[in-house]
């Protein structure tokens, strides 16, 4: 059963940084590529960010610049660094675990999300 713990959520002051968390176990780590998403009350989820297993990233629009993604297979955790935040990436972030290792394709199993508040 794959488990995904998402952590580092919290309230910050627009323009300021949060480094986000997410434990994997359940699986080959490092055999899927993950993905960070993202959902605002009353919107959808989108995706953030994405790293394949070989650690090619991707980034919405909206994030490139400020967002990094990061992986550490040794520790089955991918990270976000998320740095100049705006009040607009308040949301429940989600990281998600990719059907395969070379491109992000979302999976089936998902964290139970952390919240990243950001006040103007």
């Known amino acids: 059963q794959v488990q995904l713990v998402e952590s580092g959520g919290g309230l910050v002051q627009s323009g300021g940084s949060l480094r986000l968390s997410c434990a994997a176990s359940?699986?080959?780590?490092?055999?899927?590529?993950m993905g960070w998403f993202r959902q605002a009350p009353g919107k959808r989820r989108d995706l953030v960010a994405s790293?394949?297993?070989?650690?090619?990233?991707n980034y919405a629009d909206s994030v490139k610049g400020r967002f990094t993604i990061s992986r550490d297979n040794a520790k089955s955790t991918v990270y976000l660094q998320m740095n100049s935040l705006k009040p607009e990436d308040t949301a429940v972030y989600y990281c998600?675990?990719?059907?395969?290792?070379?491109?992000?394709?979302?999976?089936?199993?998902w964290g139970q999300g952390t919240q990243v508040t950001v006040s103007s």
């Open positions: 359940g699986s080959i780590f490092s055999m899927h590529a």
């Open positions: 790293i394949t297993a070989g650690g090619s990233t």
């Open positions: 998600n675990q990719g059907r395969s290792a070379y491109y992000f394709q979302p999976g089936d199993y």
